[in-house]
């Protein structure tokens, strides 16, 4: 059963760079579809980014689109979300998402990391 395990959140001042990490072990994350998702306070979850196997496709969130970079690096089975000039509005609890399935416009993502709490401050 596949596993995901996220690092890197923290508290930071608005403007600021963050790196979350989530790295994947007990299957072929090579082929997996990955994403990211948050949830702020009394919000929903929703949809951050996604990233195709090979990661030559990814897909953005308009909110966070020009400053969330996605990427994968396949020989260490973990998936990235750099994050610049971090908003208040960005406070959130940052989930990673594993869909083997493969399929890319309607992603099932039937595995989920632990969260990582994000907080920026102003």
């Known amino acids: 059963q596949v596993q995901l395990v996220q690092s890197g959140g923290r508290l930071v001042q608005a403007g600021d760079s963050l790196t979350l990490s989530c790295a994947a072990s007990g299957g072929t994350f090579s082929t997996y579809i990955m994403g990211w998702f948050r949830q702020a306070p009394g919000k929903e979850r929703e949809f951050v980014a996604r990233?195709?196997?090979?990661?030559?496709?990814?897909v953005y969130a308009d909110s966070v689109k020009g400053r969330f970079t996605i990427s994968r690096d396949n020989a260490k089975n973990t998936v990235y979300l750099q994050m610049n000039s971090l908003r208040p509005e960005d406070t959130a609890v940052y989930y990673c998402?594993?869909?083997?399935?493969?399929?890319?416009?309607?992603?099932?993502?039937?595995?989920w990391g632990q969260g990582t709490q994000v907080t920026v401050s102003s």
């Open positions: 990233i195709s196997w090979g990661g030559d496709n990814t």
């Open positions: 998402a594993a869909d083997p399935s493969g399929s890319w416009y309607s992603p099932d993502y039937g595995y």
